[in-house]
């Protein structure tokens, strides 16, 4: 039988078991995983590069007017 794997959390930096037995993997904790999801959710992670506004087709929309 293989050793468990030890990785580094993602959030806080310590050792976190890459196993079944984990099912906050690969955070230590459901702490951790909680602030990471709670990262995405508020944007703070981002993609560097250019926005424009022909990334999303389909969202310009004809004004419309009564």
Excluded: H
């Amino acid at each position: 039988m293989t050793k468990p794997r030890k990785v580094r959390c993602p959030q806080c930096g310590q050792d976190a078991l890459w196993a079944p037995e984990n099912p906050w993997r690969p955070f230590c904790s459901e702490r951790c995983k909680q602030i990471d999801l709670g990262a995405w959710a508020n944007e703070s992670y981002r993609i560097a590069g250019k926005s424009t506004d022909d990334e999303m087709p389909g969202t310009d929309f004809p004004e419309t007017r009564s």
